[in-house]
């Protein structure tokens, strides 16, 4: 589904954020990539979606080299891709309602479905009560929970989650995981990044072990945590 | 499916508009002033054309006739002299009408009256008012005049004077003050136009620059240019449109206030007699309504709307 194929990035200042790294994921994979901070995780996740270029190497998404796509296939693409951040990214002047409804217009989709599926995925990630809050009256772990509802919304080929984490408390930390969890049973390919020993002990699966931008342990023999 | 999106668009735009509060009430704020100097421009101009108009208006020269004249000669004169390609316009004024006009003006003088009584004759000679078209003018149509003067029956020439030599200072001054006065009244319209745009640009382009975060996260999850942009033009419009209002208020305000404090300042009589400066504001402003406000409308509309489109175009490129 999603191929690196000997993709590096040297940044300008020749600081080296990705050295010569090749791995593939397979549908309904539930991946994590472990490393330190600075180990390239994140900008490998941000090639995905075309906010990093790679400077040799290429990014395959089924077929389709990324980095070669214009805006529109490109736009096709990125609703394809949920994404969840660190620092959530909710549009802080837009509703509960309205962040998720955004997505889902974004898509094209009919108001009756807007409607509908909005009120519905709030449920799923517990949220139902909050529908009308702006982003600034939620907690942390709420405000992820909104940012995963917005992801999944568009019921996307592969979510991605740049240290979701982060920013949480251990009880939020670990409902974020459980409700990721729960989307990848459902069928969705999962990307998380993390730093979060914790969370790695507790998602199991497959297991990426980056340093200074090199995969250094992959391993698949992990079993989920059901 | 289009008009799904324009819909989503234009109430997203409507939406951002009421939530952004602040920075929709400060952009209004900003564009009305801006505005305020187009509109200052206008009547300023107007302004301007009606006392150059009227001040041009007043220059003129007269022709006196001598007494012995006969009528028929000065009516051919003046049948000339209307030929002359320079000429706005001329009055002939007969020596009774003179007569009857003086008598008029000082019925109430008793002392004027007896003195016109004891002279018995009618002692005014007829003239003839001409108006060039532009003020440089005056001079050639003098030296015709004094060249030309036709003679009558008796040999005697029909003209006893022409006033030119006693306006042609007044003459040359407004001749030269004139076009330069206009030229410069451009000149500070096309700055003032200038900054305006500048400014509402600028304000526009902040407004923007504090939703770049967001502008990146609608285009990460997947929306199209028009998606995220539209919103942003419509907000544009909508400050340009308010702003517009506000300030065709402003201008409708100041044009009237202006006619009650001249009429307060002058006094009505003396008012009365500059008939040019009373009402010239509101007037202007009735009469050319319509184009007035297209004029605000319009600038409102574009900048606010083109400002947006433009600014916002360098966060689409995530």
Known sequence: ?226 | MVFTTLKRITRTGFVNFWRNGFLSFAAIVIITLSLCAFGAMIFTGAFGRALLADVKDKVDINVYFALTAQEADMLSLQKEINNLPQVASTTYVSRDQTLAAFKDKWQDNALIMQGLTEVGDNPFPASLNIKAKDPGQYGAIASYLTGKNPEDVNGTPIIEKVNYQENKLIIDRLSRIIPIAEQTGLAVAIILVLVSVIVIWNTIRLIIYTAKDEISVMKLVGASNIYVRGPLVVSGIMYGIISALITLGIMAAVAYWSDTVILRLAGVQIAADFDLIVNVLSNYFRDNFAQIFLIIMGAGIILGGVSSYIAARRYLRV
């Open chain 1, 1 to 226: 589904m999603i191929y690196y194929d000997k993709v590096s990035k040297v940044y300008p200042d020749k600081t080296i954020a990705i050295d010569n790294v090749s791995f593939g994921i397979e549908p309904k994979e539930f991946v994590t990539i472990v490393g330190q901070s600075g180990a390239g995780k994140t900008t490998l996740m941000k090639m995905l979606i075309a906010e990093e270029w790679p400077s040799d190497g290429a990014v395959f998404f089924e077929s389709a080299n990324i980095h070669r796509l214009n805006r529109r296939q490109m736009n096709k693409l990125r609703r394809r891709i949920g994404m969840v951040f660190q620092d959530y990214r909710l549009i802080p002047n837009k509703t509960v309602y309205e962040n998720i409804a955004f997505a889902m217009e974004a898509t094209g989709k009919s108001s009756r479905e807007v409607s509908a599926d909005v009120p519905h995925v709030l449920e799923l990630v517990d949220l139902g009560h909050k529908i009308w809050n702006f982003p600034k009256e939620l907690s942390g772990g709420e405000k992820q929970r909104v940012a995963i509802a917005r992801a999944i919304v568009t019921q996307p080929d592969i979510i991605i989650a740049d240290e979701p984490t982060g920013n949480l408390d251990p009880t939020n930390t670990y409902e974020i995981i459980r409700i990721l969890q729960k989307i990848n049973e459902l069928g969705t390919t999962i990307m998380l990044a993390t730093h979060n020993k914790g969370v790695v002990d507790t998602v199991g699966g497959r297991i990426i072990t980056m340093d200074k931008g090199k995969v250094v342990k992959d391993s698949r023999e992990g079993k989920y945590i059901l």
